[in-house]
Nanobody, 129 residues
Framework: QVQLVQSGGGLVQTGESLRLSCVGS????????MGWFRQAPGKVTEGVSC????????NYADSVRGRFTISQDKTTRTIYLQMDTLRPEDSGLYFC??????????????????????WGQGTRVTVSS
């Protein structure tokens, strides 16, 4: 059973940065897809970014492209989300996710929430204006 343990997050001001981490375990394959989703109060859960361990290709939501960077350390099965130039609308509960489905070329999905069958415990990010 895959387990995802998140760390990071917190309270920052507009324009500041945060980094989230997620350590995965229990994968049955060396290749998998991981990513981040977020849920803001009163809003639908949305995909933020994802990364493929197959070719390290990435995908970003338009709302975070250019400000957030996802990366991975395959040796420790850890992914990171570096969030720069944070805005109040980035506030929410961030979840690390994974799926055994494989994607390459930057086509890991952000609009197919049911694709991801393992979820972390969630990490709160609050950006004050």
């Amino acid at each position: 059973q895959v387990q995802l343990v998140q760390s990071g997050g917190g309270l920052v001001q507009t324009g500041e940065s945060l980094r989230l981490s997620c350590v995965g375990s229990g994968f049955t394959s060396d290749y998998y897809t991981m990513g981040w989703f977020r849920q803001a109060p009163g809003k639908v859960t949305e995909g933020v970014s994802c990364i493929s361990s197959l070719d390290a290709s990435t995908n970003y939501a338009d709302s975070v492209r250019g400000r957030f960077t996802i990366s991975q350390d395959k040796t420790t099965r850890t992914i990171y989300l570096q969030m720069d130039t944070l805005r109040p609308e980035d506030s929410g509960l961030y979840f690390c996710v994974s799926t055994p489905a494989l994607y390459n070329g930057g086509f890991c999905p952000l609009d197919e929430i049911l694709t991801y069958d393992s979820w972390g415990q969630g990490t709160r990010v609050t950006v004050s204006s």
